[in-house]
């Protein structure tokens, strides 16, 4: 620190002296060069190491570069949207860098979404470096520049057009001799424009401007003739809906992996399902999507925010719905039914001072259930295998396997430290699944009871040099979108229901199922009909 305060100190003191249009192009040149390292590096390898990329695209993105900043270079604006940029790219610089990360609409959606206690888990003495070396250092001399300005206007904007002619003279050029090989690497790898930095500054003010410069949409509500059948035995319904987080379905010892990652569930008799894929790679979209009655392709954020969901329904339905909150926010899913968030992370045997491992969500459930008469659900919003502080998410008593990565940085870990304390937090989180059971069997005399437990995507850790989660969904491995699902039931409950257990323990088997069949398949395992409901896509009713 005191060799960077001594550095910045002697950068205050220096005064550099440059024209704009010089100015321009070593801005242009830095963005195309160090900022966007990792698409330079990309394209080089998918056009098979032919040298030739090594420069250009470097200067293809210079030129490109060199034609935007020139519209905004005027006085009081250039250095501050440039030092913007700087600071913001840098962050994304490193995430690139480190986890193959890009910035498209659904990444920064997720960033905005982001509490503060997630997003300092992402921080780290070599992410902090990054943002000082190639952020706030370059920033720091940009503003002490000294731009040198032409006699006249006439002369400055002479310049400046000689600078955009050349720009686009070489854009032109490398347009003519290498057009097809560009054309065929980016048909067949389309996901390369969400790469260039500083895309997140686009999706930015995309976002801001649709959160909130935007109408909300009129609010559907849906579901409004929804009934509960009533169980032969008289006994109302409780359901509990653990939402988990970041869970993958490679990792799974029900999905053929060779450790166990279920050991506490293993004799319950859960119902898992083998190919199930998610409507997102982030919490952001994910969350929201799987409780609306829309599918992955017709999804749209704005109509799910402004129109009913899966919980909205039970309580047309007269069910008490409760969602409770370890992960940072219900993305409005919970918008209009009762929601706790656990905000309190200094409980000492449930709590590590930055978070709360997911015990926690079943404290206090039986005061609620006790208070509350008739049909209920309560949605659990685990923080389940969140990265980079997997270690952060599980009692260090329960970790099982070993070495473990416990740190942020987890680019300074090997994969296997990474895939070891990942499997902790699986581990951890079926032991909550079994704690869950195992209340729920206490109230059987009671409740006719159910668990559902589905992850909101799952998590890359190593595979083909990606880690962590929100990969363009074009894009995403199998390793972000293949989900766990299990279901808890006993026969007792399937004959109240009317629900043909056998078949569906078949069909879970060999079934393709999705976050679509989420909505219709909570209100068919509830017993509800309602015209809102679609058979085809409750798996109860196949």
């Known amino acids: 620190m005191l060799v960077l305060s001594t550095l910045i100190s002697k950068i205050k003191n220096h005064k550099i002296s440059m024209n704009m249009v010089s100015l321009i192009t070593i801005v242009s040149l830095y963005f195309a060069v160090a900022f966007n390292y990792p698409i330079n590096e990309k394209i080089y390898q998918l056009s098979q190491g032919q040298e030739i990329f090594l420069f250009l695209t470097p200067a293809l993105l210079t030129c490109a570069f060199i034609i935007i ?16 940029l700087t600071i913001t790219s840098a962050m994304a610089f490193y995430a690139a860098l480190q986890y193959n990360t890009m910035f498209d609409y659904a990444m920064i959606e997720n960033i905005f979404e982001t509490n503060v206690d997630e997003a300092s888990s992402y921080l780290s003495s070599a992410s902090i470096g990054y943002l000082i070396v190639f952020g706030l250092i370059p920033s720091i001399l940009l503003l002490k520049v000294n731009i040198v300005r032409h006699a006249s206007w006439l002369k400055e904007l002479f310049h400046r057009a000689i600078l955009m002619s050349v720009a686009i003279v070489g854009l032109l050029l490398i347009s003519v001799f290498y057009f097809k090989d560009y054309a065929s690497i980016g048909r067949n790898n389309s996901y390369l424009n969400k790469m260039i930095n500083p895309a997140d500054a686009f999706n930015t003010v995309k976002y801001i401007k649709n959160e909130y410069l935007t109408a909300p949409l009129e609010y559907i509500t849906i579901g409004e003739d929804a009934v509960v059948t009533p169980a032969k035995n008289g006994k109302p319904t409780l359901m509990v809906i653990l939402v988990g987080e970041t869970a993958r379905a490679q990792n799974s010892a029900y999905n053929g992996y060779e450790r166990e990652t279920n050991p506490y569930t293993k004799d319950l008799g859960l119902i898992t399902f083998q190919n199930v894929t998610s409507c997102g ?28 969901n899966a919980l909205d329904v039970l309580t047309h339905a007269g069910v008490k719905a409760v969602w409770i909150d370890n992960d940072g926010g219900d993305k409005a899913v919970a918008k209009n039914i009762e929601k706790e968030m656990i905000t309190d992370h200094s409980e000492s045997n449930l709590c590590n001072g930055s978070s709360c491992y997911d015990e926690i969500l079943l404290k206090g459930l039986d005061k609620r259930i006790a208070e509350t008469q008739g049909n209920q659900v309560y949605a659990l919003h685990m923080i389940g295998s969140h990265g980079p502080t997997y270690w952060k998410r599980y009692p260090k008593e329960m970790a099982v396997f070993g070495p473990a990565c416990n740190r942020s940085d987890i680019e300074n870990c090997s994969d296997a430290e990474i895939t070891n304390v990942y499997d902790n937090t699986l581990v951890y989180t079926d032991y909550v699944i079994a704690q869950t059971v195992k209340k729920l069997q206490s109230y059987s005399d009671k409740y006719n009871v159910v668990m559902l437990y589905i992850s909101d995507h799952g998590e890359s850790l190593g595979e083909n040099g990606l880690y962590l989660h929100g990969a363009p969904y074009m894009m995403a491995p199998k390793e972000q979108t293949h989900v766990p699902w299990y279901i808890w039931m006993s026969d007792d409950y399937a004959n109240q229901k009317g629900i043909d257990k056998a078949a569906v323990i078949d069909n879970s088997a060999t079934g393709d199922y999705s976050h679509d069949n989420l909505f219709h398949t909570i209100l068919g395992l509830y017993g509800v009909t309602t015209k809102a409901k679609d058979n085809a896509l409750d798996i109860m009713a196949n």
């Not at 900043?69 to 913007?84: C, E, L, R, T, W």
């Not at 994910?286 to 402004?306: E, I, V």
Request: proline share 5%; net charge positive.
């Open 69 to 84: 900043f020139s519209f905004i270079a005027f006085p009081y604006v250039f250095k501050g949207i440039v030092v913007v």
């Open 281 to 308: 790679t982030a919490t952001a979209h994910s969350l929201p999507c799987m409780f609306s009655n829309m599918t992955r392709t017709s999804y749209n954020k704005d109509r799910a925010n402004n129109q009913d």
